[in-house]
């Protein structure tokens, strides 16, 4: 159950907008005018099946592929085509695809760099947020990364994206390959953060019915286009939602 | 594995063997006593070879089997009898180092060996910024060994600058080819990386060898002034502005091959300081970072371009460092010192240490060249020795002689990082 989306205020900049971006890899064309936006202090879910252009999309608002057409704007300020460690300077966070975790370093390390690249000062309030988040994590300070199991390594690339106090977290399949108890305790540590610290959630998934479950609002993207819009319940109760996500009647 | 099916697995690879051996070995064409050619057979060299093989194919499968699977992701039992005694090995090998030129029965011959040592010792410590570190394949490192070379000896040829003003010119000339190198590479990664790292260093020597007027082609530049000790030559005047002079001591000509040793020593030890400081500093740890996996890198912020760059210039910088003292101490350069094999050198003494460790890398550099000085008596045998024994580290040791990663930052002990555990390339 997610709480009520925050209210916003008529004319408040969102923290996220995507206006009209086209883009691509050579001759493929993976988005096609894509329109959405992210209001401060809302978790919002981008929802598709395989090849939709949702993982696209997520890179596209880091940089990397270079937006053919459009703009991205970050709490209003333009971002299109800037380098992705600019982007990611400006309070952008990803957990990305296949959580790719340093698996040499130790969990400590791992964090660590997560803040390194950004933030100024010290990386300790922002750890203990994790570790409450996680406490897993604290538990595992020690280990080898590579030697955590998955769900553990999806907590640590979440900790270590909030390392840099991020404004807009990015999360690109959080639930990838893993049990679902696991991928429950993650969400639940998602809404909780959420609630607590108000932080921004873009959510790619291709488990549409968690994730309409817990945003507050949803896109749906098929072959690279916006086709429907809406709060995470309405969209979760529509046929064609259910039909073409949800595996029929049994959702 | 059964013994039975040990004994089927070392009777195939000594088939293999035999098929090599039969024609390589087995039959010789000679010349006969009537100049003709006739074939000799040696059937029983074969014999034995094939039996070496079988014997040794059994050893290993009797060696890998006693692994037992282990319950734990700690560092194994050998790892960990090797950190303890890594624990006062590196201390006594740097005090070794240090009073080599003092202990008794260490004459030119073995000084000149430490220098060699040294000098390679160095010139891994700064390949290993580049491959260990940030893990960027570079297969033409010796062409920032020759820049640095051909730096010193041009400008002290032209200029007539010395030694101490050449060295930190070397250095940045060789930093800045090293960023010159780094910007078409940016995007590559792993072979195609190697590739046009090798091609980079064949071009620099390529260049060396044909731009006659600056750097005498073939013939390289001879008469290149030896270092001074802070202005004071060493030469064997008893003038009082010499250093035998100056200090007023018998002159020798060993004072200038222990000056020359402690100088190497020195500037192996900065590679060391420098590059163990920055491990520990957001750089160091980007580096390592890079090298573990790219794309996340990019999602945390990081700038893969200055991270990349500042690697292949350190690396290079230590490279051109060492190429000027190789100038000042052979006096004579060609591009003969430059060729592939120095770079296939330095970087097998990377990867034998295990990547990323500065004591490894030392070891290493110490049995690869230290050792390929004291089989000098073998002569061609020396080869096989030194093909066999690589054969035999990468069998018992498959990530270096110190595989495991020391954390940069910990909560009380630290605890190393086996590399056991993880596949070949991952980590």
């Known amino acids: 159950m997610s709480g009520k989306p925050p209210p916003r205020a008529s004319g408040a900049t969102p923290m996220l907008e995507v206006d009209r971006v086209s883009a691509g890899y050579g001759a493929v064309q993976a988005l096609s005018e894509v329109s959405l936006h992210v209001d401060p202090g809302e978790i919002v879910t981008l929802i598709g099946a395989n090849g939709a252009g949702k993982s696209t999309l997520l890179m596209t608002v880091c940089g990397a592929p270079r937006p053919r057409g459009g703009r991205i704007l970050l709490a209003g300020e333009d971002i299109t085509g800037q380098p992705t460690h600019a982007i990611m300077r400006r309070g952008v966070a990803q957990s990305p695809e296949g959580r790719r975790i340093f698996p040499r370093m130790t969990v400590q390390e791992n964090l660590l760099m997560g803040a390194e690249a950004l933030v100024k000062g010290d990386p300790a309030p922002q750890m203990e947020q994790a570790f409450a988040l996680f406490p897993r994590l604290k538990e595992r300070l020690s280990q080898r990364g590579g030697t955590l199991s998955g769900?553990?390594?999806?907590?640590?690339?979440?900790?270590r994206a909030l390392m840099s106090k991020p404004r807009l977290l990015l999360l690109d399949e959080p639930s990838l390959g893993l049990a679902p108890l696991v991928v429950k305790q993650i969400f639940d540590a998602i809404r909780l953060l959420n609630?607590?610290?108000?932080?921004?959630?873009?959510?790619?998934e291709q488990n549409a019915n968690l994730a309409l479950r817990l945003a507050h609002r949803g896109y749906v993207l098929v072959n690279g286009r916006i086709t429907m819009e809406g709060p995470g319940r309405a969209l979760l109760a529509r046929p064609e939602i259910r039909d073409a996500y949800l595996g029929g009647g049994h959702g | 594995m059964s013994p039975a099916a040990a004994i089927r697995d070392a009777a195939i690879a000594a088939a293999?063997?035999?098929?090599?051996?039969?024609?390589?070995?087995?039959l010789r064409t000679e010349i006969g006593p009537q100049s003709n050619l006739i074939l000799r057979q040696r059937w029983a060299a074969v014999a034995i070879l094939c039996a070496i093989v079988f014997l040794g194919r059994?050893?290993?499968?009797?060696?890998?089997?006693?692994?037992?699977?282990?319950?734990t992701t700690a560092a194994g039992p050998?790892?960990?009898?090797?950190?303890?005694?890594?624990?006062?090995?590196a201390p006594a090998?740097?005090?070794?180092?240090l009073l080599l030129p003092v202990l008794p029965g260490v004459g030119r011959y073995e000084?000149?060996?430490?220098?060699?040592?040294?000098?390679y010792v160095m010139l891994g410590w700064g390949l290993n910024i580049v491959v260990g570190l940030a893990g960027l394949l570079d297969l033409g490192y010796v062409a920032f060994y020759a820049i640095g070379a051909y730096s010193y000896a041009i400008f002290a040829q032209y200029f007539g600058l010395s030694f101490w003003i050449c060295l930190p010119i070397a250095g940045i000339l060789a930093a800045f080819w090293g960023v010159l190198l780094g910007f078409p590479v940016l995007r590559l990664r792993g072979d195609y990386l190697a590739i046009v790292t090798l091609a980079f260093g064949e071009i620099i020597r390529v260049v060396l060898l044909n731009w006659t007027e600056l750097t005498g082609g073939p013939n390289g530049i001879s008469g290149i002034p030896r270092p001074t000790f802070f202005g004071l030559p060493f030469n064997a005047s008893g003038d009082p502005d010499s250093f035998a002079g100056f200090f007023g001591l018998e002159p020798s000509p060993s004072h200038r091959v222990i000056f020359l040793y402690y100088l190497i020593f020195a500037l192996a030890l900065l590679t060391n300081w420098v590059t163990l400081r920055l491990r520990r500093q957001p750089l160091g740890r980007a580096w390592e970072a890079l090298r573990e996996d790219e794309i996340a890198c990019r999602a945390l912020g990081i700038n893969i371009t200055t991270t990349k760059l500042t690697a292949f210039a350190l690396g290079a910088m230590f490279g051109g460092f060492a190429g000027a003292f190789f100038a000042t101490r052979q006096a004579?350069?060609?591009?003969?010192?430059f060729t592939f094999i120095e770079s296939a050198i330095i970087l097998a003494i990377v990867v034998l240490g295990g990547l990323g460790s500065q004591v490894g890398v030392a070891v290493a550099a110490l049995v690869m060249i230290g050792g390929f000085e004291v089989f000098r008596g073998l002569d061609e045998w020396r080869m096989l020795v030194f093909g066999g024994a690589m054969v035999v580290i990468m069998v018992l040791r498959p990530r270096g002689l110190v595989g495991t990663r020391t954390p940069s930052i910990a909560l009380g002990k630290r605890r190393a990082i086996s590399g056991d555990l993880v596949g070949e390339g991952h980590g």
């Not at chain 1, 609630?195 to 790619?204: E, F, I, S």
């Open chain 2, 16 to 26: 293999v063997a035999f098929g090599l051996f039969a024609m390589l070995v087995g």
């Open chain 1, 151 to 159: 769900g553990e390594q999806q907590m640590l690339a979440i900790g």
């Open chain 2, 58 to 71: 059994l050893l290993i499968t009797w060696w890998l089997g006693r692994r037992a699977l282990r319950p």
């Open chain 2, 332 to 337: 004579f350069i060609s591009p003969e010192s």
């Open chain 2, 78 to 89: 050998w790892t960990a009898r090797l950190q303890q005694a890594g624990r006062l090995f």
């Open chain 2, 93 to 97: 090998m740097l005090a070794l180092a």
């Open chain 2, 111 to 119: 000084l000149d060996v430490g220098i060699l040592v040294l000098t």
């Open chain 1, 195 to 204: 609630q607590q610290t108000g932080l921004t959630v873009l959510l790619v």
